[in-house]
């Protein structure tokens, strides 16, 4: 699951992205946002793989969309600082989609939580 550069091990890709991440010029640091921000969502298919997001994989993908969110607001306004506009703006577009994300996902567990009540209590009430 890790890499390894340098002599430092990584996580996977997107830790190694965001962890080697520095401020290039504007179309550097633009692919760099589209690499981190599609590493992300390679992390969601992963833990999606079986059509399930169990609850240690859905811990795991709230702190990555943490440090995601992070680093890509540090470049949107990188990108706004060299004069970037409209590639800010599109990073900051990600973003969004990663808040979407999320709230989707905080939804989906709250579904999840309410139907598990419901067959706790009727085993329960069934015994």
Do not use: C, W
């Not at 190694?16 to 401020?23: A, E, G």
């Amino acid at each position: 699951m890790g890499s390894s550069t340098g002599g430092y091990k990584h996580e996977n890709q997107l830790d190694r992205l965001i962890r080697t991440f520095q401020i290039k010029g504007e179309l550097a640091t633009f692919n760099s946002a589209q690499n981190i921000y599609n590493e992300y969502f390679n992390l969601v298919k992963e833990a999606n793989a079986d059509d399930d997001i169990d609850p240690s994989e859905a811990v795991y993908l709230i702190k990555q969309y943490y440090r995601t969110a992070e680093i890509l607001n540090k470049i949107s306004i990188a990108l706004k600082e060299m004069g970037a506009q409209e590639k800010s703006q599109v990073v900051i577009e990600k973003v969004i989609n990663l808040n979407e994300f999320m709230k989707s996902l905080d939804e989906n567990y709250e579904e999840v939580k309410k139907e598990k009540l419901k067959e706790f209590n009727y085993s329960l009430f069934h015994l």
